[in-house]
């Protein structure tokens, strides 16, 4: 087998333009899309970094703000209990101070009905016992005067004793 | 064997079959590429360019296991292209073969002209036994890397790829390395680097050549008989199945080569074995 010079120059030639067309039409687009490619995949990557490293953020913003709030709460119901208690404890009160006052008004107003009885009845004793004792001794006892008075002045006497 | 049809066109000796092989090859490498790289996207990628891109990153890694990649990233359309061609041309010779048969010097022609390359064998022919009939064979479709002309033509590229860059961008230790480890070793070291070229393309040219004579061979035992139509069958589609392999281990043997040489000359460091 000979070289033959003219087929080593003619296949360089062509070998040349294939080079050259290749890179031109071929590869130089293919390349490219690769390398954007390359690129799309390590922007994603870093995306999803960022969003895990967001989202763990939040869930830990969530979980300070659920803690939080289970404070507020476990606040309020403390609260609500002391305000309750309080209120109770006032509302006992109120309750007790009312009924001791309801019972001294009853006591007095007992107190007062009989003593207006006992008043009333006095009066009504002393003057039966006049018109007893007038009717009694007619003549001897008048319904006026000192013996009236006598029998008044008596009548008090076992009355404040009772 | 067969011949090349060869005509004469100023002075220049034309071989035809190469041409032709020559621009089947280009084309079929330049349409596969381009169809690959018609609908390019980025984010839904074809079958097409899923293929290409598989090879683009296969190369990448054959690149990257000889030189850093950074260093050899200009190289990644140089080695597309030629492993690319290497293999198709490779291919090309397994389909079939066109073959033209002359008897009469005065009818070897082809568009007029005279296919000298037969017309010298059937004048020598005519000269050696005067009075037999002589007999030529041209051989219009074979594979281009089966010509050593060509095959040399890719390393002689490869050769002044290599040696330029060594020369323009790592001068120093491109020279240097001539003369390692002593200076009465510098022309040991020149017969190194001229016989790897050699090397380079002959090993190529041999394999795919061994290929096609074999074929070639099965396929006049086809021609002599029935017997031997029927055994050359299984033979063919064995040894075009072994041919197929071997293209394929050439085209990556001369292209990781081709990587070698070029990262062996753009070395920094002193390596030499």
Known sequence: MEIVWENTVIALIAIGILYFLLNKYAFGPLFSV????????????????QTREQATAFVEEQKAALQQ?????????????????????????????????????????????????????????????????????????????????????????????? | MHEAPVIELG????????????????????????????????????????????ATEFVQNLISSTMDLKKGKPFLSLAMTMIMF????????????????????????????????????????HAKHPGEEAHAEVAWWKSPTADLSVTMALALLVFVISHG???????????????????????????????????HGVRLYANIFAGEVLISTIMTLAKASVVGAIFSVPLLMVWDGFSIFVGAI????????????????LETHEEEH
Request: glycine share 4%.
């Open chain 2, 11 to 54: 002075g220049l000796h034309i071989d035809l079959s190469i041409i032709l092989m020559l621009v089947v090859t280009c084309t079929i490498v330049f349409v596969i590429a381009r169809l690959a790289t018609r609908n390019l996207s980025v984010e839904n990628p074809g079958k097409l360019q899923n293929f290409m891109e598989w």
């Open chain 1, 34 to 49: 690769m390398e954007k490619r390359r690129e799309l995949v390590q922007q994603q990557l870093s995306e999803a970094a």
């Open chain 1, 69 to 162: 709030a289970r404070k507020e709460a476990y606040d309020i119901i403390e609260q609500s209990k002391q305000t309750s208690s309080k209120q109770a404890a006032q509302m006992l009160e109120q309750a007790k101070d009312e009924a001791s006052r309801l019972k001294d008004e009853a006591v007095r107003d007992i107190q007062n009905e009989k003593n207006r009885a006992v008043e009333q009845l006095r009066s009504e004793v002393g003057a039966v016992s006049v018109k007893i004792a007038s009717k009694l001794i007619e003549k001897e006892v008048s319904e006026e005067g000192v013996q009236g008075e006598l029998v008044d002045k008596y009548l008090k006497e076992v009355g404040g004793r009772s």
């Open chain 2, 86 to 125: 290497i293999f198709v041309a490779n291919m090309l010779g397994l389909l079939f073969g066109v073959v033209t048969e002359y008897d009469d010097p005065a009818k070897a022609t082809v568009f007029g002209q005279e296919i000298t390359s037969v017309t010298k064998i059937l004048t020598e022919e």
């Open chain 2, 165 to 199: 860059l060594g020369m323009i961008r790592n001068t120093k230790n491109y020279f240097k390395h001539y003369v390692q480890p002593y200076p009465f070793f510098l022309p040991i070291n020149i017969i190194e680097q001229l016989s790897k070229l050699l090397t």
């Open chain 2, 250 to 265: 050439q085209a990556f043997v001369f292209v990781i080569l081709m990587m070698v040489y070029i990262s062996q000359n």
